[in-house]
């Protein structure tokens, strides 16, 4: 089993920046894709960006630019968000796709965490 536990949430005003964590504990994998996906209220949950097992990373057009993807070798994935935007308000979520196949289809997605939640206002 694969836990995920996602930190770092809060509010920040309109330019300003925040700091995602998500921490994996339990099983390794060979090959894995990280990924952070995002549910505005009545939107429905988007591809945000993700991060492979050999850094390749992949970012949703809406963030390219603002937001960075990175991980490290103690199974912790980050988004760093800077000049944050009210559309980006919203839960985030990151979650675990093995092995990897395609980074942006959330519905191969296997391990998910519960979440923290971004306000940005304006």
């Known amino acids: 089993q694969v836990q995920l536990v996602e930190s770092g949430g809060g509010t920040a005003q309109t330019g300003g920046s925040l700091r995602l964590s998500c921490a994996a504990s339990?099983?390794?994998?060979?090959?894995?894709?990280m990924g952070w996906f995002r549910q505005a209220p009545g939107k429905e949950r988007e591809f945000v960006a993700a991060i492979s097992w050999i850094n390749g990373t992949y970012y949703a057009d809406s963030v390219k630019g603002r937001f960075t993807i990175s991980r490290d070798n103690a199974k912790n994935t980050y988004l760093q968000m800077n000049n944050l935007k009210p559309e980006d308000t919203a839960d985030y979520y990151c979650?675990?796709?093995?092995?990897?196949?395609?980074?942006?289809?959330?519905?191969?997605?296997?391990?998910w965490g519960q979440g923290t939640q971004v306000t940005v206002s304006s």
């Open positions: 979650a675990l796709q093995e092995p990897y196949r395609n980074a942006r289809a959330q519905n191969i997605y296997r391990y």
């Open positions: 339990g099983r390794t994998f060979s090959t894995y894709v």
